[in-house]
């Protein structure tokens, strides 16, 4: 059971990043996945969920209207989309599946993807 996440890097304020969180021995069909991020010194903050049935996605308030997060479940991927990051979004971006619907609490994820680093520079 592995999540893979890819797509971090360095961009100025203003710009756009794409996060990839490839699975692999399981299928995303039955998880809700989220993204978490966290910063140095900080604990793990949710960012956005989208849940097994598809529907509504839950962000957080810090990265809404900025974020978007989508999945194919034929490519078992979860995807987020990040515009107009800023420098405070600067962090390490992980990716989880759950089958608990406490979207916000990292302790409900059963899998977690090793992180990617987005920088955001001024």
């Known amino acids: 059971v592995q999540l893979q996440a890819s797509g971090g890097g360095l961009v100025q304020a203003g710009g756009s990043l794409g996060l990839s969180c490839a699975a692999s021995?399981?299928?995303?069909?039955?998880?809700?996945m989220g993204w978490f991020r966290q910063a140095p010194g900080q604990e793990r903050e949710f960012v956005a969920a989208?849940?097994?049935?598809?529907?509504?996605?839950y962000y957080a308030n810090s990265i809404k209207g900025r974020f978007t997060i989508s999945r194919d479940n034929a490519k078992n991927t979860v995807y987020l989309q990040m515009n107009d990051l800023k420098p405070e979004d600067t962090a390490v971006y992980f990716c989880?599946?759950?089958?608990?619907?406490?979207?916000?609490?990292?302790?409900?994820?059963?899998?977690w993807g090793q992180g990617t680093l987005v920088t955001v520079s001024s």
């Open positions: 989880a599946a759950s089958q608990n619907v406490n979207w916000r609490e990292p302790v409900w994820y059963k899998f």
């Open positions: 021995g399981f299928s995303l069909r039955a998880y809700h």
């Open positions: 989208t849940r097994r049935s598809g529907g509504d996605p």
